[in-house]
């Protein structure tokens, strides 16, 4: 795959992950409105959003998707519940280790999926192989 390629891809997939992971911020705080706790929700929909729009596989814009999968994982966390000791955002990033064991699993789990989701299928093997 050529660079021109490949940094093509990854502008698009930035472009899903931004769309995907507002759309995932915004529906996080309308399920815990609805009584539910999906941490899960932000990440995978910005990983989603890279795979769908990024029409091609890229190692490196995976990565991408799941370091901001982490770090938007990480800011809802804070808008959701921020430490009582201190609000802002350095003392809760400072702090992260406090957090419950299952917001902590949630956010793993989070950025594994985004990672996942943003790594889409190469659609060129898929072809060869159909063709064959």
């Known amino acids: ?7 093509l891809i990854i502008v698009r997939g930035i472009a899903g992950a931004a769309i ?7 529906a996080f705080f309308w399920i815990v409105r609805q009584g539910f706790y999906a941490l899960i929700i932000p ?6 959003g890279a795979g769908l ?10 990565a991408i998707c799941a370091v901001a ?5 990480l ?17 809760f990033l400072t702090h992260v280790h406090e957090l419950t064991p299952v917001t902590l699993i949630m956010l793993l789990i989070g950025t594994i999926v985004a990672y996942r989701f943003a ?7 898929e072809r060869k192989s159909d063709a064959a």
Request: charged share 10%.
């Open 43 to 48: 990440p995978a929909l910005l990983g989603a």
């Open 119 to 125: 790594l889409a299928p190469d659609r060129v093997a």
């Open 75 to 91: 800011f809802t966390e804070w808008q959701f519940a921020p430490f009582n000791t201190d609000t802002t955002l350095s003392y």
């Open 1 to 7: 795959m050529s660079g021109k390629n490949q940094a």
């Open 20 to 26: 995907g992971g507002a759309l995932g911020y915004f």
């Open 53 to 62: 729009c990024a029409r091609g596989r890229s190692v490196p814009l995976a």
């Open 69 to 73: 999968g982490l770090a938007l994982g």
